[in-house]
């Protein structure tokens, strides 16, 4: 590794998770709208202060049993793809070739976050001759991942990604339309009161990435009743359907989702649930309709696309200190395990909604 480059790592060190929140919404006005909310559920996906703590921990493994984490959480495994469901993923190859560039290029002058995302999105969108606020979202999330995975993993990723297929391969602008759409109710379908059905969609690639909803239930239940495909066998998350669910009652984090289409067609979050994403750690926005939920508590009124994560944890107090310590016993991740020993900080709330 060059010094150059080593440098531009450390700089980016000094900026906590909470200074790469602050500068994603401050560009948020710069970002089309396909990639908007997609960028800040992507940052949710991998938090810098999670890799941090488990970074600095003396037994990795052990940490990692403490928090029941489940799943694929390591970017330097998924450089090339964890950024799928991002319009801007296309220009990823570019975005890691401008990545690179800075870090040789960079001279440690004071720079804002900001300026350092923008310089890479300029360098993409040029060599692209595609307009910036489609190469923003991508070029922050390349950065991070640079923080994450390290130059030299960055490098030795070879850049590839699938051809964008499906609803990703229109335009910006129709997706975000087929986002804002419901499905058809029928020509009487405005005389009914209940029992409308819906879809929410989880791959946009994909014509059949979807599954039905009716009015009023929840993400997760509905999920549950797709046996279109051996989910267990892509997830071992999946016990049924394919969103991840172990307890279905707010207790145990596996169903979290990030939603980048329809999140005003979803109920508002319980006091229950707000308490729980905490626990979990999961940075729900304040939001009263925000676009990270957990799937079983989560009703939808409409079409809505989500966005699934590869792994679930429960790090809330150790990371954030942001609420009551739960102790999980090590090597245990069952649900039955999970809803006993985070009970006090979910379960005990739910009589207060």
């Known amino acids: 590794m060059s010094s150059n480059s080593s440098t531009l790592e450390t700089y980016l060190d000094k900026f906590t998770e909470a200074d790469w929140l602050s500068t994603i919404e401050s560009l948020l006005p710069s970002i089309h709208e396909v ?12 938090p810098l202060e999670l890799f941090r703590y488990l970074e600095a921990a003396e037994d990795r493994e052990k940490a990692q049993s403490k928090m029941a984490m489940l799943g694929r959480y390591e970017l330097k495994e998924q450089i090339d793809s964890s950024h799928h469901f991002l319009y801007g993923h296309r220009f990823w190859k570019e975005t890691k ?24 999105a300029i360098t993409v969108a040029e060599r692209k001759q595609v307009d910036r ?29 699938e051809k964008p297929s499906g609803l ?37 690639t994909r014509s059949d990435g979807r599954f039905p909803i009716i009015s009023d239930e929840e993400i997760a239940s509905a999920s549950a ?12 998350r ?18 979290w989702v990030g939603v980048i289409g329809g999140q005003e067609k ?22 009263e309709r925000p676009f990270m939920r957990l799937a079983c508590q989560a ?14 944890a429960v790090f809330g107090k150790k990371v954030y200190n942001n609420v009551e310590e739960v102790i999980l016993e090590p090597n245990t991740t069952s649900a039955k395990v999970l809803r006993e020993t985070i009970a006090s900080a979910t379960v005990a709330g739910s009589k207060e909604d």
């Open 97 to 120: 070739e401008a990545v690179e560039k800075e870090a040789e290029s960079f001279t440690g002058n004071d720079l804002s976050l900001g300026e350092i995302i923008k310089s890479v």
């Open 266 to 287: 979803l109920s508002a979050v319980s006091r229950r649930e707000r308490r729980a994403m905490k626990t979990f750690g999961y940075n729900q926005p304040e939001d």
């Open 238 to 255: 999946c016990w049924e359907g394919v969103v991840p669910v172990e307890c279905t009652s707010a207790s145990c984090g596996t169903c």
């Open 133 to 161: 606020n489609l190469t923003t979202a991508i070029g922050a999330a390349g950065l991070m991942t640079l923080v994450q995975s390290g130059l030299d993993n960055l490098k030795a990723a070879p850049g590839t990604i």
């Open 35 to 46: 990639d908007r909310t997609a960028v800040q559920v992507w940052f949710r996906f991998y």
């Open 225 to 236: 009743k797709d046996q279109s495909r051996n989910w267990k066998e892509m997830d071992e």
């Open 299 to 312: 009703e939808a009124d409409g079409n809505a696309t989500i966005v699934i994560p590869p792994w679930n």
């Open 168 to 204: 990703l391969a229109k335009s910006p602008d129709k997706i975000v339309a087929a986002r804002a759409e419901d499905d058809s109710q029928g020509i009487f379908g405005f005389l009914k009161t209940i029992n409308k059905k819906y879809s929410i969609v989880y791959d946009e």
